[in-house]
């Protein structure tokens, strides 16, 4: 493992703990964070969004990605450029490069353009909760989550004080093995 580097697609309903799961990453791992939608956040910024959570601000982020995306496939871009940025860097700094997507079809697209580039695996994650998994947010972006299949799902059901060593366990004995079976 030491050396190679890795990404991770990651995706979970708002509030499943995807945030939590990257810092506790982090606290172990170095890794790259980054997501479809940060740009969006940023264009929803001007237009006044002040990175409220609730299911009308994160409907308005939904939308205007839609709109993006459909306009030149922005979001998927931008995430893609990132990738390349990541995989030409030699420095063993950042060997983990986490990638937030919502939507099935750009998971599919991003995972599917970072295996034909080859030079790095790509593996998907899905966060799960039981106090998020029976919500409706309003729109696609939340509600669809389940509609891809994961390499891999974390259920996040257990005490915050135990997320850390949960997780780290999970990524060692599940992720660990196929991310060095890729090399």
């Known amino acids: 493992m030491e050396g190679q580097k890795l990404v991770i697609i990651i995706n979970g309903k708002g509030g499943s703990g995807k945030d939590t799961i990257c810092d506790v990453l982090y606290k172990h791992h170095p890794i790259r964070n980054t997501s479809t939608i940060t740009k969006v956040k940023a264009a929803a910024g001007v237009l006044g969004w002040n990175d409220d ?12 990605k839609d709109l993006w995306t459909k306009y030149n496939d922005g979001p998927l871009n931008y995430a893609y450029n990132v990738y390349k940025m990541f995989v030409n ?11 937030h997507v919502r939507e099935p079809e750009e998971i599919k697209k991003l995972k599917t353009a970072i295996e034909k580039d080859g030079r790095v695996p790509c593996k998907t994650l899905l966060i799960t909760s039981e106090r998020t998994e029976k919500l409706s947010y309003g729109n696609h972006a939340d509600d669809m989550v389940n509609d891809y299949l994961y390499d891999f799902i ?24 196929s991310w060095q079976e890729s090399h």
Request: avoid cysteine.
């Open 53 to 64: 959570k609730t299911y009308a601000g994160r409907k308005f982020l939904s939308d205007l």
């Open 89 to 99: 860097t030699s420095a063993y700094r950042n060997r983990i490069l986490v990638i």
């Open 154 to 177: 974390y259920h996040n059901d257990g005490p915050l004080e135990t997320i850390d060593h949960d997780f780290m366990n999970f990524f060692y004995k599940y992720i660990t093995p």
